[in-house]
């Protein structure tokens, strides 16, 4: 059974702070990893994807890869209260990278 | 372009009857997926399409789960009968290509009574 594992949270920050959000996964053979936002109520919205080991930086959000430990992450810097929304990690899970399966999503409150 | 158009909103219907959720992908877009998300199982695959035709329905939890898409723009994932336990919404998203983006639409919220 492929999985994906995320910290359900509540994680609470300060305003101003970096928030970090953390995802295992337990197929070797994913190749794809995406960052998802979610708001209360609405649909989710894609942050990032990164399909290389290392880091990837776009504005204020890094994502993090590191396949040896089958581990992502997703850096937040500056928490804005407008972030606050449930982070879903996601994972392909077959070799054409078509299909996905998320984490249950990691839920971040930002407070001013 | 609109984005993913899902339809109806919101559904209330009792046990046992017949459930159909529709929605129209981004046109262009080769790809359509319908997940359901539950707080206690989170977002999970059902289905998808390529181009029209189902690729992989190993998501789809039981046969009282049919889904089809007989045109570009245009499909529809249907619950015949209907029980509480399938009460989730259900989001439909579509991609241009293999490991592109997803895009979701507003998604269904069902609730069987």
């Known amino acids: 059974q492929k999985e994906v594992e995320q910290n359900s949270g509540p994680l609470s920050v300060p305003e101003g702070a970096i928030a970090s959000l953390n995802c295992t996964y337990s197929?070797?053979?994913?190749?794809?990893f995406f960052w998802y936002r979610q708001y209360s109520g609405k649909s989710p919205e894609l942050i990032m994807f990164?399909?290389?080991?290392g880091d990837k930086e776009d504005g204020r959000f890094t994502a993090q890869l590191n396949k040896a430990s089958q581990y992502v992450s997703l850096l937040i810097r500056d928490s804005q209260p407008s972030d606050s929304a449930t982070y879903l990690c996601a994972v392909t899970t077959n070799q054409a990278g078509t299909a996905l399966i998320f984490g249950k999503g990691t839920t971040l409150s930002v407070s001013s | 372009d609109a984005g993913v158009i899902q339809s109806p909103r919101h559904e209330v219907t009792e046990m046992g009857q017949e459930v159909t959720l529709r929605c129209k992908p981004i046109s262009g877009h080769d790809y359509l997926f319908w997940y359901r998300q539950t707080m206690m199982r989170g977002l999970e695959l059902l289905i998808y399409?390529?181009?029209?035709?189902?690729?992989?329905d190993s998501g789809m939890p039981e046969d009282r789960f049919s889904a089809k898409m007989p045109n570009a723009s245009f499909s529809t994932l249907k619950i015949q009968p209907s029980e509480p336990r399938d009460s989730a919404v259900y989001f439909c998203?579509?991609?241009?290509?293999?490991?592109?983006?997803?895009?979701f639409g507003p998604g269904t919220r069902l609730t069987v009574l």
């Open positions: 197929d070797r053979g994913s190749q794809s």
């Open positions: 990164i399909y290389s080991n």
């Open positions: 998203a579509s991609s241009p290509g293999t490991t592109d983006t997803q895009y």
């Open positions: 399409f390529n181009n029209n035709v189902p690729i992989d």
